[in-house]
């Protein structure tokens, strides 16, 4: 088995194993382990609250400053 250094296919992903197995495995551990908790939260746009993204594609915002602007915010009246 051969080692490419410097010829990591994950290296514009930011691994900076040089052709280190090692290295490479725990930098590919790292990252997938940031884009699962990525996907579970993501940062309210308001507040930078981890937050689920399903809320923010629901409503835009986290639980909190939904919450807070049905509070402030008076019922549209037509
Ligand atoms: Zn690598
Ligand atoms: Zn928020």
Do not use: I, K
Not at 19 to 32: F, I, M, S, T
Request: hydrophobic residues 30%; contains cysteine.
């Amino acid at each position: 088995m051969t080692t490419n250094a410097g010829n990591c296919d994950q290296r514009h992903l930011g691994c900076s194993c040089r052709g280190d197995l090692a290295v490479h495995e725990r930098g590919a551990q790292e990252r997938a382990e940031a884009r699962a908790q990525a996907a579970e939260l993501a940062p309210c746009p308001e507040c930078d609250r981890p937050t689920p993204p399903l809320q923010l594609v629901t409503w835009g915002n986290c639980r909190a400053c939904r919450t807070a602007h049905s509070r402030t915010q008076e019922p549209l009246r037509w």
